[in-house]
């Protein structure tokens, strides 16, 4: 029963404090605690909603640009996911007793038009997922010096050294410049370059070493499997120093590879992880591998988990986290308001908080609750004061100043997202039915391109684009005039970035990549080679592209896009055995298509 250092006396207070459900919730948290920087924290799981989980993620991206704005640097300046709370909860809680009101969503939905974005999505019987929603528009292309191979010879020979290994090389350079003072001894400012790109070349060939590696380890498992070696997982785990979850997965990719020689192809090529292959092994068989085989290669490990657990949905088998995330709302007594809307299952999010914190929770959940008149769960009382947070500190920049929950909709294919931590989160349609009823604003995304585009042309022929007041003419005059001193064009204006921030859904154009709390606008053509403000030549870009874009050896080139890629997985709801999924062919996804397939 008593499970975290608490004393006996404060044991007692809790139990006559709380009910059942309040004690087990305060005994599946404590079992779970452990000490981090000298204080205890315990561990829940919460089943945020969609909009739980954007406003968590904006309200991230905005305390983190705050602290960018105060001074700290960049790097270190990430707020983490229970900072975050923390400072909802405490905001929430003297708002609300000053009398703020509770239960109130506002809600902005940004129209974009068709073919806007690449998507990866599908039907996993009755039930649709969203896996991809992005807009890469372009691709790094970095060019290698040419004199790598004569820069590496040099430095071999000069300071003696046999191997022909770069790492060899890099070390015995580097040992006799921080050794010397004269730099013909060590390496020169114009060898930095081509050496550091051998040293990237050769930690590209170690990854893929690697996974050749991993493709023969899970070989040999297939093989002592069949030997039926006692305790032979046990023994692999200690040698390899991985998990017996590991060794099984790598099992699993083993079994694949040898039942499909494609599998096989790919994962000793390298084209193919087996950290993909271990996701949907279970699923994979003699029907499907056509079907699934594609989406391997098109997914990554983050969307395939979504199609592992929408695959065990549908087959009725619910994966471990949802298991796992039901006991901890029976623990927590978290139970369905009434009238509340059913919403799609979603992978449990875990937050460590102090004892003292998860206590406002429950203070939050009494006051939530009193002021809607009706029960309440954690995961609603932590999104109430998310919202009110939001509301208070305004929205991540450079959007407007005033918060509201963005939900994008393509009006080709009709789907519809929202941002949250790790990716995006689909809005179904009655679901954006309801929100339209609302006092929601829509953002046509085509008419502000168009009248970004129309303040270029402007800007080019020395017309002003519309009426200014006296002191806005007289910041316009000045912004120009120091453009043309420095002739390029001005910077983009708040604006213009926000349009281009919510065409490309607020992610980086290039990579696609999740971790979107510092996308940039960038110049594809830079100012200082003359381009200018046209839509078309500014991107949306992480911190990492963009670095690399402005260094003397990367571009942005235009790419082709690729098609949407919609799937349909029908799943026998009655079948005697396990059931297993029938994969159609994934089809190329135009409106009418798309339109097909959602009904």
Known sequence: MIVSPLVLREWVKEIRARDMKGLKSLVSRARSSRVVNGERVERASVELSGEGRAMLFDAQARLSRMRVEDGHPEPACTVGREDVIGKAIDHALRALKEGSLAGERRYRIVEHPPGAFEFVGGHVGKEFVLLRAERARFRLKIAPPENVEDVLARLKERHGVESDDPLAI????????????????????????????????????????????????????????????????????SEIDRSLSVVSELLSCGLAARKFPAIADALESGRLTWTKVRTLAAHIDEKNIEKLGPLLAACTSRELETLRSALARSEGSRPEGDRRCSRDRKDAGISPAAGVRKRPILPPLEFELSPGRWRQVEELVRVVGKRLGRGIGTAEAIEEALWLFLVAIGAPAPLWKSYRIVIHHDRGTGFSWMVGPGGIVAVPGDELSRIRGLDTEVYDIEKEIEAAEKDEKNRLAGVPSKMLSREDALQEEIRRALAAMAERAPKADDPL??????????????????????????????????????PANLALVCTRCHSLAHSNYARLVPREPHPPLIFRIEVSEKSPGPAKPQVRSPIPATPLVAELALR
Not at 172 to 201: C, H, I, M, Q, Y
Not at 497 to 515: E, M, P, Q, T
């Open 170 to 237: 890099a070390e015995k350079a580097l040992e006799g410049f921080s050794s010397t003072k004269n730099l013909s001894d060590g390496v020169l400012e114009s060898e930095k370059r081509p050496l550091a790109n051998a040293l990237v070349e050769e930690v590209r060939r170690f990854v893929r070493t690697e996974k050749e590696v991993w493709y023969r380890v899970a070989r040999t498992l297939v093989l002592l499997e069949e030997l039926r070696v006692p305790d032979w997982r046990s023994w692999v785990a």
């Open 497 to 534: 970035r926000r349009a281009i921030y919510l065409r490309d859904g607020g992610r980086c154009s290039v990579c696609g990549c999740h971790a979107a709390l510092y996308v940039q606008v960038h110049h594809v053509d830079p100012r200082a080679e003359g381009g200018g403000n046209d």
